[in-house]
């Protein structure tokens, strides 16, 4: 009994990781953005790995705001709750909407990777692959082995976009610019670095800022504001549900045109 439980996580994990060895998304970060990102990209029938350091994907999404876990989504973005099946009570002249944050992270999750895309928990972005000029994939390390500090080498996820969606740090497009030497698609070529809180213009921004910023590098979420200079926006999560979509469907126009 005890070889045959081992031998099945052992057997069924290899076969997972070595399918997403090469993909056509590769998704940094399970924060809302990027799971809805993974949800419409492997809804489109595209091969999708998400990588998180964390035990749990999510993000910033569980903890509600101070940890009262509620938070609150905007009208423009119910449609998308009611595509991925997400519960939701109206609040304010149905302009807005309530959510049971374990409720709609637990949702997302789900969503996603009843879609087909694959998650990796624990699993530290450390780098991506740079060749041609264009970021052609990502390097990846377990999670302890960062935390540690160990020296010990990644293994590489090959990829045809990718996604960055690891939140207010921005670190894939802080790494890809300082170590390439590259100027990202931002004013001045580099992480502009995020703003102070500001709910109505963050919201729009981090749609509009939603984009591909170095060929093969998409940005989406917290990060899109952070990467083009725009303000952060607090416990609403609206913004960062369309901003996931947008991410989705321009990724998906590049896939197609490789
Ligand atoms: O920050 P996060 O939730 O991303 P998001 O989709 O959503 C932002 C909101 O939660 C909130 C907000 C709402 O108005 O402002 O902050 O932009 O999730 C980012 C995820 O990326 C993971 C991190 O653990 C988190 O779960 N992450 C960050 N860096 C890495 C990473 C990395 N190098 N490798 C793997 N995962």
């Given at each position: 009994?005890e070889t045959?439980?081992?031998?099945?996580?052992?057997?069924t994990?290899?076969?997972?990781?070595?399918?997403?060895?090469?993909v056509?998304?590769?998704?940094?970060?399970?924060?809302?953005?990027?799971l809805?990102?993974a949800?419409?990209?492997?809804?489109?029938?595209k091969?999708?790995?998400?990588?998180?350091?964390?035990?749990?994907?999510?993000?910033?999404?569980?903890g509600?705001?101070?940890?009262?876990?509620?938070?609150?989504?905007?009208k423009?973005?119910?449609?998308?709750?009611?595509?991925?099946?997400?519960?939701?009570?109206p609040?304010k002249?149905d302009?807005f909407?309530?959510?049971?944050?374990?409720?709609?992270?637990?949702a997302?999750?789900?969503?996603?990777?009843?879609?087909?895309?694959?998650?990796?928990?624990?699993f530290?972005?450390?780098?991506?692959v740079?060749?041609n000029?264009e970021?052609?994939?990502?390097?990846?390390?377990?999670?302890p082995?960062?935390?540690e500090?160990?020296?010990?080498?990644?293994?590489?996820?090959?990829?045809?976009?990718?996604?960055?969606?690891t939140?207010?740090?921005?670190?894939?497009?802080?790494?890809v610019?300082r170590?390439n030497?590259?100027?990202l698609n931002?004013?001045?070529?580099?992480?502009?670095g995020?703003?102070s809180l500001?709910?109505e213009e963050?919201?729009?921004?981090t749609?509009?800022?939603?984009?591909e910023?170095?060929?093969?590098?998409?940005?989406?979420?917290?990060?899109?504001?952070?990467?083009?200079?725009s303000?952060?926006?607090?416990?609403?999560f609206?913004?960062?549900?369309?901003?996931?979509?947008?991410?989705?469907?321009?990724?998906?126009?590049?896939?197609?045109?490789?």
């Amino acid at each position: 009994m005890e070889t045959i439980v081992s031998h099945g996580i052992v057997d069924t994990y290899m076969q997972k990781l070595k399918n997403n060895l090469s993909v056509d998304a590769a998704i940094v970060g399970g924060g809302p953005s990027g799971l809805v990102a993974a949800y419409y990209l492997a809804k489109a029938g595209k091969k999708v790995a998400l990588f998180e350091r964390n035990l749990a994907p999510g993000g910033g999404m569980w903890g509600g705001a101070m940890m009262f876990n509620d938070i609150i989504i905007q009208k423009e973005a119910i449609h998308i709750l009611d595509e991925l099946n997400v519960k939701y009570k109206p609040y304010k002249d149905d302009l807005f909407y309530v959510l049971d944050s374990v409720h709609a992270t637990s949702a997302l999750i789900y969503a996603a990777t009843s879609a087909g895309a694959t998650i990796f928990n624990c699993f530290s972005v450390e780098d991506v692959v740079y060749k041609n000029n264009e970021v052609a994939g990502l390097v990846v390390n377990w999670a302890p082995v960062m935390k540690e500090r160990m020296h010990v080498d990644p293994l590489m996820i090959m990829s045809k976009t990718v996604l960055e969606g690891t939140g207010h740090d921005c670190m894939i497009a802080q790494l890809v610019a300082r170590k390439n030497k590259v100027k990202l698609n931002t004013p001045s070529g580099q992480v502009e670095g995020e703003k102070s809180l500001s709910i109505e213009e963050g919201e729009i921004t981090t749609v509009e800022n939603t984009k591909e910023i170095f060929p093969g590098l998409f940005v989406s979420g917290m990060a899109a504001n952070g990467v083009s200079g725009s303000f952060r926006m607090g416990p609403i999560f609206g913004g960062m549900l369309l901003s996931g979509k947008k991410a989705a469907e321009l990724m998906l126009e590049s896939i197609n045109n490789k």
